[in-house]
T-cell receptor
Framework: DTAVSQTPKYLVTQMGNDKSIKCEQN?????MYWYKQDSKKFLKIMFS???????INETVPNRFSPKSPDKAHLNLHINSLELGDSAVYFC????????????FGPGTRLTVL | AQKITQTQPGMFVQEKEAVTLDCTYD???????LFWYKQPSSGEMIFLIY??????QNATEGRYSLNFQKARKSANLVISASQLGDSAMYFC????????????FGKGTSLLVTP
């Protein structure tokens, strides 16, 4: 009965490959997010989706393409992986209200070799 | 541009003592919320406490409380009676404007609780 789940938990791949990270929430929330946490633990928003529509794209390279097939899912596809893409990627969700906590998934640790 | 500042990269506290983690922010929004999250070494992000900018009382959740000073734009987290399990990274965050309430995080404070 995990609220926000991500797969895979770990992803190790070679430079230049294409990979996807899947995210699902069973909370009935309207809004989902992708965050990137770098090696210095700095967390930064990448994308925000509300009811399957993109709200923000925070200057993320277009090699990153989010896809929301329905309100419960927000997947992240990354093309032509680079060394600098190595990070932990967190999916999160919240109700579409200002004063609501965001529920985070467990994170996906991506390592690009 | 909105900015969140956590000036303490690392803090130590002895078990059972109280500790204050600092957070200051700069936002042009009139109405906003402030969040604190904990990230233990296992990596998950755990919501701790929320403060609304128009809330008259400081928020409290168990051993966590917020020292919210709106005029100074600060929202410090106070952890009372520290426990070994409180050792973690702590992040202050505020929603970005026009973002679907995506959170803008500070750089975090690493707290180590010693026996």
């Amino acid at each position: 009965d995990t609220a926000v789940s991500q797969t895979p938990k770990y992803l190790v791949t070679q430079m230049g490959n294409d990979k996807s990270i899947k995210c699902e929430q069973n909370l009935g929330h309207d809004t989902m997010y992708w965050y990137k946490q770098d090696s210095k633990k700095f967390l930064k928003i990448m994308f925000s989706y509300n009811n399957k529509e993109l709200i923000i794209n925070e200057t993320v390279p277009n090699r990153f393409s989010p896809k929301s097939p329905d309100k419960a899912h927000l997947n992240l596809h990354i093309n032509s992986l680079e060394l600098g893409d190595s990070a932990v990627y967190f999916c999160a969700s919240s109700q579409d209200l200002l004063y609501n906590e965001q529920f985070f998934g467990p994170g996906t640790r991506l390592t690009v070799l | 541009a909105q900015k969140i500042t956590q000036t303490q990269p690392g803090m130590f506290v002895q078990e059972k003592e109280a500790v204050t983690l600092d957070c200051t922010y700069d936002t042009s929004d009139q109405s906003y919320g402030l969040f604190w999250y904990k990230q233990p070494s296992s990596g998950e992000m755990i919501f701790l406490i929320y403060q609304g900018s128009y809330d008259e009382q400081n928020a409290t959740e168990g051993r966590y409380s917020l020292n919210f000073q709106k005029a100074r734009k600060s929202a410090n987290l106070v952890i009372s009676a520290s426990q070994l399990g409180d050792s973690a990274m702590y992040f202050c965050a505020i929603p970005l404007p026009n973002s679907g309430y995506a959170l803008n995080f500070g750089k975090g404070t690493s707290l180590l609780v010693t026996p």
